[in-house]
């Protein structure tokens, strides 16, 4: 292998069109999921704006190139996948029949270490280095919106009739339901931005939307739209009043979930499960085959699957100190996080006390913002 790395906007236009075509191409090389819109160039070029040490390896045999691998690196030489941390998806994007050596892999990035959370499937050569995999859930949506519906129907009766009679009521309550899979206007994303910073702190989780890379990154790529990639953002009105909305990244055929968020003065409407299944019905319409809820069992996604996708984390460590030092580190907090969310005698307890905690911050910070206006 002919291995040289390169900053995510240094791609020759050649290169970057290669990539694209993989993907473009990835269902009918029997690798799907190369597809995913968090392993394109756009995803890699956009994270590169808001983050040091964005690379990308090019593989080259024969003259041509044979695999991208985007990563960022550390001044010690820790490697880490693009946007780990928010990426929902990562690995190599290769050619067809391209087969390659991890550690040497690796070494040729100039990396002592490379870590990945979100490891697509079908790279055994990575798979190898995994210390553990995760079911991502998937809504199939290929043979069109009404056979998924039936589907859903049919494995959770229940579940259907309750989310289409809520839909139908918070119209009969609030006025005219009206989804837009597309909009283009960032006020909105603002206000999504604002309820997932909420939602964050009212659960006792950490508000990704505090850290500016993160917003930096969403807005660059709600703004980022080419033929084969686009940043979507899907709104749920009433009444002309935006009470749900998600924001996520598309590729050709897939549609990955990201960022969904509502209005909790509309809670009781379920408007995040009526958003969903709009945006099932509109990807159908839009040629896209599944839409990837991401790794995580969450109620929702339970009750909206057709299927599982299956993700790794680990890192591809070879025999040096920065990579000892750093794997020394990261397993510790890694094993102690995936017990507790594989346990429910462990999570539930956890999870309680996260949003005790949460309802105490946003009750303080409330008290703080009336002080400051007094």
């Not at 002919?2 to 075509?21: E, F, K, M, Q, Y």
């Not at 690379?55 to 991208?68: L, N, Q, S, T, Y």
């Not at 009521?169 to 009206?178: I, K, N, S, T, W």
């Amino acid at each position: 292998m002919n291995i040289t790395v390169h900053r995510p906007g240094d791609l020759t236009s050649a290169d970057r069109a290669a990539w694209t075509a993989w993907q473009s191409k990835a269902h009918l090389d029997g690798v799907p999921e190369l597809a995913n819109p968090f392993l394109s160039p756009e995803f890699a070029v956009a994270t590169g704006h808001q983050r040091r040490g964005v690379r990308i390896a090019v593989v080259r045999e024969e003259g041509g190139p044979a695999a991208f691998l985007p990563f960022q690196r550390s001044v010690a030489g820790v490697g880490r996948a693009v946007g780990i941390g928010v990426s929902d998806c990562q690995g190599l994007v290769h050619r067809p029949g391209f087969r390659w050596d991890a550690r040497e892999l690796v070494r040729g990035c100039g990396l002592a270490v490379w870590e990945f959370d979100h490891l697509v499937g079908g790279q055994p050569s990575f798979a190898a280095s995994a210390s553990g995999t995760f079911a991502s859930p998937v809504i199939d949506v290929d043979g069109g919106y009404a056979e998924y519906l039936d589907g859903l129907r049919e494995r959770s009766p229940k579940f259907t009739r309750t989310t289409l009679a809520k839909e139908r009521r918070l119209g009969r309550d609030h006025g005219a339901v009206r989804y837009v899979h597309d909009e283009r206007d960032p006020a909105v994303l603002a206000r999504l931005m604002a309820w997932k910073s909420a939602q964050y702190r009212r659960t006792g989780r950490g508000d990704r939307f505090a850290r500016p890379w993160i917003t930096g990154l969403v807005r660059r790529l709600f703004h980022t739209r080419s033929a084969s990639f686009a940043g979507i953002l899907s709104v749920l009105y009433v009444a002309d009043v935006p009470v749900a909305a998600h924001f996520g990244l598309r590729s050709e055929r897939i549609l990955s979930c990201w960022f969904p968020a509502y209005d909790p003065a509309y809670a009781k409407y379920s408007p995040g499960l009526v958003l969903h299944l709009r945006m099932a019905e509109a990807a159908a319409a839009d040629g896209i085959a599944y839409l990837d809820l991401g790794r995580g069992q969450k109620a929702y996604k339970d009750s909206l699957k057709t299927r599982e996708l299956t993700v790794s984390e680990g890192w591809v460590a070879l025999r040096h100190p920065v990579a000892l030092g750093h794997r020394a580190r990261r397993a510790p907090v890694r094993a102690i996080r995936n017990t507790v969310r594989s346990r429910p005698a462990l999570f539930e307890p956890a999870d309680r006390l996260l949003k005790n905690m949460g309802r105490m911050r946003s009750g303080k910070r409330a008290d703080s913002d009336l002080k400051s206006m007094h």
